[in-house]
């Protein structure tokens, strides 16, 4: 009989592991992942990450706003 242990079991394969993360994200609600979507947005935006200058925008010699497709 198999007794239950104050810990769960974390024995899994990497690929085990990936692939349930995966199936937890897509078994979210829109809302949560919309809400999930958000705050990785106020993230980056809170460390920098949406600066012009981190975005590849200033790439355009003597940018001044944010280049447009052609």
């Given at each position: 009989?198999?007794?239950?242990?104050?810990?769960?079991?974390?024995?899994?394969?990497?690929?085990?592991?990936?692939?349930?993360?995966?199936?937890?994200?897509?078994?979210?609600?829109?809302?949560?992942k919309?809400?999930w979507?958000?705050?990785?947005?106020?993230?980056?935006?809170?460390?920098?990450?949406?600066r012009?200058?981190?975005?590849?925008?200033?790439?355009?010699?003597?940018?001044?706003?944010?280049?447009t497709?052609?």
């Amino acid at each position: 009989m198999n007794t239950p242990s104050a810990s769960p079991d974390l024995s899994c394969t990497f690929e085990q592991a990936e692939h349930n993360q995966l199936l937890a994200g897509i078994r979210m609600s829109t809302a949560a992942k919309i809400a999930w979507f958000e705050e990785m947005v106020a993230f980056a935006h809170a460390a920098g990450a949406m600066r012009v200058e981190t975005t590849g925008a200033a790439d355009a010699e003597g940018a001044s706003e944010l280049p447009t497709r052609d």
